[in-house]
C-alpha cells in the first residue's frame, strides 16, 4: 500500500476527511505539578525526584497552583468554560515509566471545555476549530531501551527509566471533530498547531518546543465516502513531532486509509506511529486491545473549585493574542497580509517590533530581519532570534545610516562586527575605523587626484560621455577604501568636469 | 517504684519531666518487656532498640540540659503500626511485596512525634495492607490476643492492640479504614480513636483505601489518647485532603469527661444497629454501659440512620475499588520484591509474578473485587452507586447530630474470636467491622472505649460524633471510663515465659 499513487486532490473528491487533534504542552512551571521537585530539562537522570513524584507508599499530591492558574489562562483564550467545580481522576494502566501505575489526569470534569481557535488556513481563509476540552494532568517518566533494534521494547535487553519528567504539569487540549475542510485538512492541521503554539506562546505558560517534547500532538484521522452520514473508523497518529510533520502526517494517513477503503478493505481502529524519515505512518498498538483505564475520581485531592472572581481576573489579564497583535501591526507598519506572513514564519515579528520600539523605521527593521539578517542566520542554520545580534542594535545602525554617518555597504561590514562579538555598531565602527568621509576638502581632493589620474575617462564625461563617470567613482571609492558617499562622489565629478547630471 | 510498663503514658510523662524517672528506664522498661513476652504475643514485627534508646538519651539529655519538655509525652515510649513510613526503618505493612525495603523518609505524624519527644520503640503487626479484622492476614505471621492466646487480638491493627494490652508500649499508633483502630481496641479491652478525616495527615500512610483511610492513637487509657492525639493531629500542607482547622481540645474533653458528670448531654442509639447480629455478652455490656451514662445525666435517645444497614456492601466497593489503584504500584520496578526475572521474561511477567508471589490471599482478593468494581460498563453500577449510599449515610448522620450530640453502639458485635474461626469465610470476617465502618464513610470520628466484658473477654463502647467535634467523643468515653475498674491491671494473664 506503501506504492499508491493516490493524490490527495483526487482522493478527497471522492471520500470527507474527519480530524482531531490531541494537543499535550508542558508547562513551564517552576515545580512539578502535585510536588516541590525543579521542572529543569535537561538534569541528569534521577536526580529531580521525591518520594510524591516517585510514587513511593505513603507520599501524597498536592495539586500546583500555578499550573491550574496556566490551564485556565489556556482556557480562557481558547474561548472555553472554565468549571466552577471539578475532580481530578486517576488512569490506571501499568507501565515503568508511571511511578505509581496509574496517571493522575481528569476524565469526565475537565477543568475547561467547550471552546474554539480561528485558525488563518491561508491568507482571507480562517476555519474555527472546536474545543472539545483543556484538561490538566501529570507527565510520565521517560523510558529507554536498550539493546533492541528499533529502540522499541521488544527485543531490547534492558530498560532504563528517568522520572525527571514524572510529574511534569501537562496541559491536555483536544479539538472537537473537524469537519468540512476538504483538501485543506493536512493545512487545517498545521495551522490549528501553530496558532495554538503562538496562543500558548503568547501566555507564557510554556516554551512550547516541539522538539524538546514540551508541546506534542496526536492527530486523529477517518474518511467517508463523499455524502454519507456516519463517520469512518478512525486511527490514531503518535509521534508527531514537529509542525510539517502534523501536515504530513495527515497526508499521508489520508492517502493510506483511501487506499484501504478504494481496496473495499477496513480501515482498522488503530494507533499508529509517525517515521519523520519515510513520511509515512506503521501501526502501533491495536486500540481493540486496549487497556480498561478504570477511570475514577483521585481520593488523594480536593476538587478544584476556581473561584469565578479569579477567573474574571485571569480574564482580565490575559495578554493580546497573536492574531490580534498580527492585525495591529500590519495596520500600523502598513503591510499587505502576505508580508505580516513573510515576517511571521521567518520568526521577526517579535524582533522587528522591539526595533521599531527602539526608534527604527518598520520598513528599514524588516529589511534589516529579513534580508541580511535572515540570511545570515539561514548560513549557520539558527532562529533569526538566536543570533548575537539584538533589536537595539538594529536599531542603532540605521540610525548611523539614516544620518549618513553609514552607507550601506558600510552598514553590512559594521554589521559583520556586531554579529561577530566585537560589540555595539558605535563600537565597531570606531574599532574599524568606519566612517562614511565627510569632509569635503578630503573628497575634493580625492576626487581631483582621480581625474588627474584618469586624464582618458575624465575626457569622456567632459564630451558627454557621463556613464564614463563610474571609473573616476570607483577610483575614489578606493582611495576612501569605501568611505566616502557615492552619490555625492559622482555629483562631485560631474561637477567638477562641468557636467551636471 | 511500681513497673513503669503498667503506668499511664500521662504519669510517665509527668514522672520524666519531674525527673523521678528518666526516658532510658521508661524505654529499657518496655524493651525488656518486649524481650519477655512478645515471643508469645507478637505484637512486633521489627523493635528498633537503639534507636529507641537514642531517642530516650535526646530526651533525657535535654532535660538535663535544663530544657523545657518537647510535648506531656516527651520520653514516653510509641509503638507505629508498620503501615506508617518511618526513614531508615523497615516498613513492610505486613507484606512479603514490601519486605526489606526501608523508606527514605518520615510520615508527618512520625516527625510530630519525634519532635515531642516520642521515643519509638518498634513497628507493630497488622493484617497485611491493613486488609483484614484479625491480624491473621499479615504475611509474617499472626498476632495474639493477650487476654487469650488462642484468639486474636482484632484487625488490621491488632499488633498496636496487643502491645498496649501485653504492657509492651504505653502508647501505639494505629490506622483506621473500616475499624481497624476501634476494633482491636474493642477485643483487646484497650482505648483506639479514629480522629476525623483529615484530622491527622495521611502523608507517609501507606494507603489502602485514601478516602476512609486515617490514622490515630491507641492507649490504655483515654487520657493518653488524646494526649497522643493532639501531638498527631493538626493541617499539613502535604496532604491536600488534610483540614486546615485548629485540631479540637481533645485532652480539655478527656480531663472535663473524667469529672463523671455528662448532665445535658444528648447521646443517641441508632434503632438500625439491631441486636440481633451481636453476642448477648456484647448486648448486655453495652445496655450496662448506656445505664451507666444515663446515671452520669446524659439524655439517651433513640435515633434512625436508615441507611447504615448499606454501610458494609458500599464500604467493599470503595475500599476495594481503591486499594486496586493504591496498590498497583508494588510490581518488582523500584523498591521491594521482585521474582520471575529470567533473561526471556518480559516485563508484564515479572511484574505479575512479583504480585502473584507478594500478595496474600485478602489482598488479592480485595485487588480483583475492585479491579471489576471500576471496569468500563460497571463503574456506575458499583462505585457510583456505593458513592451515592456514602453521601445518603453521611445525611443519616447529619440527621442524627441534629438531635443528639454524639452517637454510641457496640464497637464490634462479638468479642475476641477464636484464631483460624472466620478465615474460610469472608463475609464472617468482614461482619466484625459492621458498627465501625458507617463512621468512616461519613468521615467523623469516633472512639472505642472498654464497657466491660462477656465471659472474660473485653467489650468495647463506641462513641462517634460529627466531623471535627472529636473533643465530644473524648468526654464522653473518658466520663464512661471513670466509672469502671481498669480491665488490664488486673484481668490480663500474664505472659512471661508463655508460649502458644
Not at chain 1, 505539578?33 to 538534569?43: H, Q, R, S, V, Y
Not at chain 1, 563600537?427 to 565627510?438: D, F, K
Not at chain 1, 576638502?441 to 581625474?451: M, Q
Not at chain 2, 467489650?459 to 466520663?479: F, N, S
Amino acid at each position: 500500500m506503501t506504492t499508491t499513487t493516490l493524490s490527495l486532490e483526487d482522493v478527497l473528491t471522492r471520500y470527507e476527511p474527519v480530524l482531531g487533534l490531541e494537543v499535550h504542552v508542558e508547562l513551564g512551571t517552576r515545580t512539578k505539578m502535585f510536588c516541590g521537585c525543579p521542572t529543569t530539562f535537561g538534569a541528569e537522570p534521577n536526580t529531580q525526584v521525591c518520594p510524591v513524584c516517585l510514587g513511593l507508599p505513603g507520599s501524597l499530591p498536592v495539586a500546583n497552583r500555578a499550573a491550574v492558574e496556566a490551564t485556565i489562562r489556556i482556557g480562557l483564550a481558547l474561548n472555553c468554560q472554565i468549571a466552577t467545580w471539578c475532580r481530578f481522576a486517576r488512569k490506571n494502566y501499568f507501565y515503568p515509566d508511571m511511578p505509581k501505575n496509574y496517571q493522575i489526569s481528569q476524565y469526565d470534569e475537565p477543568l475547561c471545555f467547550d471552546g474554539w481557535l480561528d485558525v488563518e488556513v491561508e491568507p482571507g481563509r480562517t476555519v474555527r476549530v472546536g474545543i472539545e476540552r483543556v484538561h490538566l494532568e501529570e507527565d510520565t517518566g521517560k523510558t529507554q531501551h536498550i539493546g533492541g533494534a528499533t529502540g522499541r521494547i521488544h527485543g531490547a535487553t534492558e530498560s532504563l527509566v528517568d522520572y525527571n519528567r514524572a510529574g511534569i504539569p501537562l496541559v491536555e487540549i483536544v479539538t472537537k471533530p473537524i469537519t468540512g475542510t476538504g483538501a485543506l485538512a493536512p493545512a487545517v492541521a498545521r495551522a490549528y498547531v501553530t496558532t495554538l503554539r503562538d496562543v500558548i506562546r503568547a501566555l507564557g505558560v510554556s516554551d512550547v518546543r516541539m522538539e524538546q517534547g514540551s508541546l506534542r500532538c496526536d492527530v486523529n484521522t477517518s474518511l467517508h465516502p463523499v455524502g454519507a452520514t456516519e463517520w469512518g473508523t478512525r486511527t490514531e497518529t503518535k509521534n508527531v513531532n514537529s509542525l510539517r510533520s502534523v501536515e504530513r502526517a495527515v497526508r499521508s494517513e489520508i492517502l493510506r486509509q483511501a487506499a484501504v477503503l478504494d481496496a473495499g478493505g477496513q480501515v482498522i481502529q488503530e494507533t499508529r506511529h509517525f517515521h519523520e524519515n519515510t513520511g509515512e505512518t506503521s501501526p502501533g498498538r491495536s486500540k481493540e486491545t486496549a487497556t480498561d483505564y478504570r477511570y475514577f475520581p483521585e481520593p488523594d485531592l480536593v476538587p478544584l473549585a476556581p473561584d469565578p472572581a479569579w477567573v474574571e481576573k485571569l480574564r482580565a489579564e490575559l495578554p493580546e493574542m497573536p492574531a490580534v497583535r498580527r492585525r495591529r501591526l500590519a495596520a500600523a507598519w502598513k503591510l499587505s497580509d502576505a508580508d505580516m506572513q513573510a515576517i511571521v514564519n521567518a520568526g521577526a515579528l517579535d524582533l522587528i517590533e522591539a526595533t521599531v520600539a527602539a526608534g527604527a523605521a518598520p520598513e528599514a527593521a524588516r529589511k534589516w530581519w529579513l534580508g541580511e539578517l535572515s540570511r545570515v542566520a539561514n548560513e549557520q542554520g539558527v532562529e533569526l532570534s538566536e543570533l548575537p545580534v539584538t533589536p537595539t542594535h538594529v536599531a542603532e545602525l540605521q540610525t548611523l545610516v539614516d544620518s549618513g554617518r553609514l552607507n550601506d555597504r558600510l552598514a553590512r561590514v559594521v554589521l559583520e562586527g556586531v554579529l561577530a562579538g566585537e560589540g555595539t555598531p558605535e563600537q565597531v565602527m570606531a574599532a574599524r575605523g568606519l566612517e562614511v568621509v565627510s569632509d569635503l576638502g578630503a573628497l575634493e581632493a580625492a576626487v581631483d587626484e582621480a581625474i588627474a589620474a584618469n586624464a582618458d575617462a575624465a575626457e569622456k564625461v567632459r564630451g558627454g560621455k557621463v556613464a564614463a563617470a563610474g571609473v573616476l567613482v570607483g577610483a575614489v571609492m578606493k582611495a576612501t577604501r569605501g568611505q566616502a558617499d557615492a552619490k555625492k562622489v559622482r555629483e562631485l565629478i560631474l561637477r567638477k568636469l562641468g557636467v551636471e547630471g | 517504684m511500681t513497673d513503669l510498663t503498667t503506668m499511664s503514658a500521662a504519669e510517665l510523662g509527668r514522672l520524666i519531666a519531674a525527673g523521678e524517672v528518666s526516658a532510658v528506664e521508661v524505654t529499657q522498661a518496655h524493651l525488656d518487656r518486649i524481650a519477655a513476652v512478645d515471643s508469645a504475643v507478637h505484637a512486633f514485627l521489627y523493635v528498633d532498640a537503639e534507636g529507641a534508646l537514642e531517642q530516650a538519651r535526646a530526651v533525657d539529655a535535654a532535660r538535663a540540659a535544663g530544657q523545657a519538655p518537647a510535648s506531656p509525652l516527651a520520653g514516653v515510649p510509641v509503638a507505629v503500626k508498620d503501615v506508617i513510613v518511618t526513614k531508615g526503618i523497615p516498613t513492610t505493612c505486613a507484606s512479603k511485596i514490601l519486605e526489606g525495603w526501608r523508606p527514605p523518609y518520615d510520615a508527618t505524624i512520625v516527625e510530630r512525634m519525634r519532635a515531642a519527644g516520642l521515643v519509638m520503640l518498634g513497628k507493630t503487626n497488622m493484617d497485611e495492607f491493613a486488609m483484614g479484622s484479625s491480624t491473621e492476614y499479615s504475611a509474617f505471621g499472626p498476632t495474639y490476643n493477650p487476654w487469650d492466646l488462642s484468639r486474636i487480638p482484632g484487625g488490621s491493627g491488632g499488633g498496636s492492640a496487643a502491645a498496649l494490652a501485653a504492657r509492651e508500649a504505653p502508647l501505639a499508633i494505629g490506622t483506621d479504614t473500616g475499624g481497624s483502630i476501634r476494633q482491636p481496641a474493642a477485643v483487646t479491652g484497650t482505648v483506639g480513636a479514629k480522629p476525623t478525616y483529615g484530622g491527622v495527615s495521611r502523608y507517609g500512610l501507606v494507603a489502602f483505601s485514601s478516602s476512609l483511610d486515617q490514622a490515630g492513637p491507641c492507649a490504655r487509657t483515654v487520657l493518653d489518647a488524646a494526649l497522643l492525639h493532639e501531638v498527631i493531629a493538626g493541617y499539613d500542607e502535604r496532604d491536600s485532603t488534610s483540614i486546615p482547622q485548629p485540631v479540637p481540645p481533645v485532652v480539655e474533653a478527656a480531663r472535663r469527661g473524667a469529672e463523671g458528670d455528662l448532665s445535658g448531654v444528648r447521646i443517641g442509639l441508632v434503632r438500625e444497629f439491631s441486636p440481633e447480629g451481636a453476642e448477648p455478652g456484647v448486648v448486655a455490656a453495652l445496655q450496662t454501659s448506656v445505664e451507666t451514662l444515663a446515671k452520669l445525666g446524659a439524655e439517651i435517645v433513640e435515633v434512625s440512620c436508615p441507611h447504615f444497614s448499606y454501610a458494609l456492601p458500599a464500604y467493599y466497593l470503595i475500599a476495594p475499588s481503591e486499594c486496586s489503584s493504591n496498590l498497583a504500584r508494588f510490581d518488582g520496578v523500584r523498591y521491594g520484591l521482585r521474582v520471575g526475572e529470567t533473561p526471556d521474561s518480559t516485563l508484564e511477567e515479572v511484574m505479575a509474578a512479583t504480585r502473584d508471589a507478594g500478595f496474600g490471599p485478602e489482598v488479592k482478593r480485595r485487588i480483583i473485587l475492585g479491579t471489576y468494581a471500576l471496569s468500563a460498563g460497571y463503574y456506575d453500577q458499583f462505585y457510583g452507586q456505593a458513592q451515592k449510599v456514602r453521601t445518603l449515610i453521611t445525611r443519616d448522620f447529619q440527621a442524627a447530630f441534629e438531635q443528639v450530640d454524639v452517637l454510641v453502639s457496640a464497637t464490634t458485635p462479638f468479642v475476641a474470636f477464636p484464631l483460624g474461626s472466620r478465615t474460610a469465610d469472608p463475609y464472617q470476617m468482614y461482619l466484625a467491622d459492621l458498627y465501625t465502618i458507617p463512621a468512616n464513610l461519613y468521615g467523623g470520628p469516633a472512639i472505642s472505649v472498654p464497657c466491660g466484658l462477656s465471659d472474660g473477654l473485653p467489650v468495647g463502647l463506641q462513641v462517634m460524633a460529627p466531623t471535627m467535634a472529636d473533643d465530644r467523643m473524648y468526654r464522653i468515653a473518658a466520663a464512661l471510663e471513670s466509672t469502671q475498674e481498669p480491665l488490664l491491671s488486673s484481668q490480663v494473664p500474664t505472659l512471661e515465659g508463655k508460649t502458644r
